[in-house]
């Protein structure tokens, strides 16, 4: 490793290592609800529960995500037509005929592009927040 990122690297530890001994535990008490609705929007701004709450209570800036748990649901169906795509390419790079898996390849084509147009407003949500798409959908510069 090079000598000034070695260096970089040490004095962020050190930092960390100083914040971490200056933390002190706090507790409060919520109603069950209460909780659950931290928790979620704490999930839906990509923050631990602590680092929220912290942010919100200082009046600190609040990173603006949309809810990322669709992008997850999204992530795991590419998976699946990610995999079915390999075995057609491994089917017609063994010499298989085309014509024997034309309907499947056709079907996986359709659910890319079905699940293409699920992703990008979620893209959209995720990188600006749903409040600032409903707003240009407003406006109508969509």
């Keep these: 490793m090079p000598a000034p990122l070695r260096i970089r690297m040490e004095k962020f530890m ?3 290592d100083k ?6 535990l706090m ?3 919520i109603s069950a609800e209460d909780k659950e609705q931290i928790e979620e929007k704490a999930r839906k701004t990509g923050l631990s529960t602590s680092e929220y709450i912290r942010r919100c209570a200082l009046g600190r800036k609040l990173p603006c995500y949309g809810d990322t748990g669709l992008l997850k ?3 795991v169906q590419l998976g699946k ?6 075995q057609i390419a491994k089917h017609l790079n063994g010499g298989g005929d085309f014509y024997s898996i034309y309907y499947e390849l056709k079907e996986a084509i359709r659910e890319l592009l079905d699940l ?3 992703i990008l407003p979620t893209l959209e949500d995720v990188a ?7 707003k240009r959908n407003k406006e109508g510069e969509e």
């Design 73 to 75: 649901e999204y992530s």
């Design 19 to 24: 914040k971490k001994e200056n933390m002190v």
């Design 14 to 16: 050190r930092n960390t």
């Design 116 to 118: 293409k147009f699920k």
């Design 128 to 134: 600006c927040g749903k409040k600032h798409r409903r």
């Design 81 to 86: 037509i990610g995999s079915n795509l390999n």
């Design 27 to 29: 507790s409060m008490r």
